[in-house]
């Protein structure tokens, strides 16, 4: 059974550019989550997706946009970067329609200069 | 809406000793669920434990239990035995059907366990 992926690891971007984060889905999940994670701080959600359908939306300006392919993998747009979206980025992936537990890859660390 | 709260920022004990970490929460929903995630510093996230708040019985996954008091919306961790690989950032998180199931999540709480 393969986890959940996320890449790239690390990003440097400079403020205003725009950046996608991607996430692969563990096997069977069709449900995909992201939060953002500050320095010192606990996550933050940023939506939810399910069935290629945003599912839910936690307080992030429309700035933040999201995909889903029909292979359950996600994407995670960001335009206009400032130098406060510099935060660790977690995927979860879940089954079935999010009532299951959530199981996390290993993050994509943006850094905006 | 609900809200996670962990008051210890940082705790270290001795390998070998039991630790408890704190978490309350609060919550109008009935039907909830609450974890416990470890974070190490290789950055993943890593459930520990679930507990579903319908469920009376506590919940225990070999060293960690939880001691799950739902009337005073408090979901402690126990870690027995503890070991050097337990050193991380550990976070209580909550989620409901009403929310859609999105986590909502503590400040963390740093655990070091020393040699």
Same mark, same amino acid.
């Given at each position: 059974e393969t986890g959940v992926t996320q890449s790239p690891t690390h990003l440097i971007k400079t403020r205003g550019q725009q950046v996608t984060l991607r996430c692969s889905s563990q096997s069977g999940h069709n449900t995909v989550s992201w939060y953002q994670q500050a320095l010192g701080q606990g996550p933050q959600f940023i939506f939810q997706y399910y069935r290629e359908e945003e599912n839910g939306r936690g307080n /992030? %300006? %429309?700035? /933040?946009s999201g995909l889903q392919f029909p292979n359950y993998s996600s994407e995670l747009n960001v335009n206009a !970067?400032? !130098?406060?979206? &510099?935060a660790l980025y977690l995927c979860a992936s879940s089954s079935p329609m999010g009532t299951d537990t959530q199981y996390f890859g290993p993050g994509t660390r943006l850094t905006v200069l | 809406a609900q809200t996670v709260t962990q008051s210890q920022p940082e705790m270290s004990v001795q390998e070998a000793e039991t630790v408890t970490l704190s978490c309350t929460y609060d919550t109008s929903e009935n039907n909830y669920y609450l974890f416990w995630y470890k974070q190490p510093p290789s950055r993943q996230m890593i459930l520990v434990i679930r507990q579903e708040a319908y469920k009376q019985q506590n919940a225990t996954e070999n060293r960690f239990s939880v001691n799950f008091q739902k009337a005073a919306k408090s979901f402690s961790l126990k870690i027995s035995d &503890?070991? !050097?690989?337990?050193t991380a950032m550990y976070f209580c998180a909550s989620s409901s059907m009403d929310s859609n199931y999105q986590l909502i999540w503590g400040a963390g709480t740093k655990l070091i366990i020393k040699p």
């Open positions: /992030f %300006p %429309p700035r /933040f !970067l400032e !130098l406060d979206d &510099s | &503890s070991q !050097l690989g337990d």
